[in-house]
């Protein structure tokens, strides 16, 4: 399977719950794997729930968390005018695209969770057997997706996702509108997870999912890695 074309979807949610401060998309898990994809010469869409402009996490800017990735994206206009003009979700469809990237941030916990739209994208991509990868807490998006048999998607599944004791070191476990870890629990996943903050992905035939921002480009090179092993079987 060739992955030439790719959908990146970012959240368009910025109010951080109740306590009058930002979020939204967590720059480094976009700026990282999109960096990856790009300089492969890989096109790609951004889209988002209401389509403009993709907020960003306020402290996803702070010096602290600055990489590579992040410094080639604030000098980088043309990327920076992407994420300003996202495409609205429900103006895409699976067909046009080989693959699915989700980047992370606490924006998607409020609006990726019930969206009809990406709901339905993501159960498009895995039945036609197109990789999925959700970084963070965008695994959140897969929490009312499920099988053609009506089954959730993750039940049984290896899942890695922002666990609950990171989401306690950022002080916000009583902030979010539940805990990602437990949800993916309750859904049936075999939720697994690696060491805090250290990158960890899991894989389950073309559902990829990594633990926190610094598992990013390691879904990314998963995803790359996967489609390159079908590309082989096939020859």
Same mark, same amino acid.
């Given at each position: ?6 959908? &990146?979807?970012?959240?368009s ?16 898990? /976009? ?5 990856? &994809? ?6 790609i ?5 209401k389509?403009?402009?993709a907020?960003?996490?306020? +402290? ?10 992040t410094?080639r994206y604030? $000098?980088?206009?043309?990327t920076?005018? +992407?994420?300003?003009?996202?495409? #609205?979700?429900? $103006? ?8 699915? &990237? ?21 159960e498009s991509?895995?039945?036609?057997g ?7 807490? =965008?695994?959140?998006a ?8 009506g089954?959730?998607?993750? +039940?049984?599944?290896?899942i890695?996702?922002f666990?609950?004791d990171e989401?306690? =070191? ?6 979010? #509108? &539940? ?11 075999? /939720?697994q ?6 990158p ?14 610094a ?11 996967? =489609? ?8």
């Amino acid at each position: 399977m060739k992955i030439e074309k790719i959908l &990146f979807v970012v959240t368009s949610h910025e109010e951080l719950g109740n306590t009058g401060k930002k979020t939204g998309l967590w720059i480094e898990e /976009f700026a990282a794997p999109y960096y990856k &994809f790009h300089d492969l010469g890989k096109e790609i869409v951004i889209a988002s729930p209401k389509g403009g402009q993709a907020p960003i996490d306020p +402290k996803s800017d702070l010096p602290e968390n600055q990489t590579e990735a992040t410094k080639r994206y604030y $000098s980088d206009k043309e990327t920076q005018d +992407k994420l300003s003009n996202t495409v #609205p979700l429900s $103006s895409v469809s699976e067909s046009d695209f080989d693959a699915i &990237f989700y980047p992370g941030g606490h924006g998607p916990m409020w609006d990726l969770p019930d969206n009809k739209d990406s709901i339905k994208l993501i159960e498009s991509f895995y039945n036609n057997g197109k990789p999925v990868a959700l970084v963070c807490h =965008a695994p959140v998006a897969l929490k009312n997706v499920k099988t053609p048999d009506g089954e959730w998607l993750v +039940k049984g599944k290896k899942i890695a996702a922002f666990t609950n004791d990171e989401e306690a =070191a950022v002080e916000l476990t009583e902030v979010v #509108p &539940f805990l990602l870890e437990d949800m993916l629990i309750e859904r049936g996943a075999n /939720f697994q997870k690696g060491e805090n903050w250290k990158p960890f992905v899991t894989q389950e035939g073309v559902l990829i999912t990594g633990q926190n921002p610094a598992s990013s480009v390691l879904a990314a090179d998963t995803l790359l890695k996967y =489609a390159e092993e079908l590309v082989e079987k096939e020859v």
